[in-house]
């Protein structure tokens, strides 16, 4: 069981990590993230209890939240702040009431990714996706799809920022992520891998729905609008999924659920 | 052309419409409803210019929407406001810059859209979807795959809500769109207008990737965490996509995606 500790002042050092966050979130922190709400705390304490530093919760909140308490380690604490010093804490009404501070897990290099997953399996590469709410539920569906990583090339947004990780429920914390370095040869190091890249673009005649799964797929999914550069559509298999008259494409995240159903499902 | 109005005064009765849309956006308006934004815009404009009451644009974006003004009726004012007053009479920032005032359409029953609709063809029945950001995904996946209409409960949300709108990138303002009557018998609606009812239901053991599709389907989706009634799915064919250990649900938009994907494309 873990320590629990009553805070009353919004002042008090320790729990000095969750101040402000609304701000602070934004500008990253030294190798921690936040995380919040009951549904990604149970997800991130049944995924990776090891790397839970602190959690804040409203002690009304406490008899709910019993079992997750029991899977924590012995050492993490457990701040009992009541809703108004929280919200004072964290700058600004946070309804949910629970807060968790998390430590980043080591960056692992796409290569590496790559090498450790097995035989047949997919993984999602994104390009220059910078919208949480996109991040976060394309790692929704990495996670209900099982997908064995994600790729994000350095012009994409964190996936730890706090409202990546409430949109993917949790998943930004568990699906294995790696970042490309800058200028990065993707469609090389897939190739290297045995991966065959399918380049999402809405224009392309060859359709989804009639892809075979190949063994090893990775999907290249780009920002709506700039969509993924001409050079590595070049190089990759581009997919589209046909719209109806007037409309011209769909949403990044709802793009990435479908492909992932369809590779997931569809007769290879 | 419409009428050019330079309005300077925040105070000034003839935006009176645009006032402080935040919260009264909420509230309801009298069959009125309030856009935002150039796409949009665009959007409304093609696809129902006798609907669009007026519009309010800063000056600096005039040239770029040309093109939108000459499709619009001659008797309708645009009102030209710098950002700095846009932002007092809205009553907070609004950085897109484009707003207009529509009117909501006629009410239709659900009765009245089914039997409009051609043989072959798809609607969706949302019970309960009381989200904004789910209304607006799935009324875009609606648009993208060309479904026939949409169908609400009276438990939804407003479709025609400013942020519902401009999730659904003008969707909402398009798709053909019906409210059932408190109580009204969905499955029996459906059955009498000769459409197959698909619930969608994430422990169903008929799978989608198998399902043939119907030549009409209606598609039922109900909240997240609660899902469709018990009621309503013994009186449909129950419908799941198996997910991955540990996860339990895909977000509510993006299974329309994938549902109106597969209906579209999959073999008959």
């Not at 919040?36 to 409203?58: C, H, M, N, W, Y």
């Not at 999907?219 to 550069?229: C, D």
């Amino acid at each position: 069981m873990p320590q629990f500790i009553t805070v009353a002042d919004p002042d008090d050092p320790r729990v000095a990590a969750y101040r402000d966050i609304r701000e602070r979130d934004l500008v990253g922190r030294q190798g921690l993230f936040i995380a919040e709400g009951e549904t990604v705390l149970r997800a991130f304490v049944r995924d990776a209890p090891g790397r839970v530093q602190s959690l804040l919760v409203d002690p009304k909140r406490q008899d709910k939240l019993a079992e997750v308490f029991a899977a924590l380690p012995d050492e993490v604490p457990v701040y009992l702040v009541e809703q108004a010093v929280l919200d004072r804490v964290a700058g600004f009404h946070l309804h949910r009431g629970v807060l968790a501070v998390g430590q980043k897990p080591e960056p692992v290099s796409a290569d590496h990714l790559l090498a450790g997953l097995p035989g047949a399996t997919v993984v999602l590469v994104l390009c220059g996706i910078a919208n949480h709410d996109n991040i976060g539920g394309i790692f929704r569906n990495a996670a209900a799809f099982g997908v064995g990583g994600v790729i994000l090339d350095s012009a994409c947004c964190d996936p730890l920022y706090r409202k990546a990780i409430r949109v993917s429920v949790g998943a930004t914390l568990s699906v294995p992520t790696a970042w490309l370095a800058q200028d990065e040869d993707v469609a090389g190091l897939l190739e290297r891998h045995g991966f065959e890249a399918l380049a999402l673009s809405p224009a392309a005649p060859e359709i989804l729905a009639r892809l075979r799964p190949p063994l090893r797929s990775a999907v290249l999914l780009g920002a709506e609008g700039p969509g993924l550069s001409a050079e590595l559509i070049a190089r990759a298999r581009p997919i589209g999924i046909p719209m109806a008259g007037g409309f011209d494409s769909l949403n990044v995240a709802t793009t990435s659920g479908i492909v992932l159903h369809h590779l997931r499902f569809a007769q290879p």
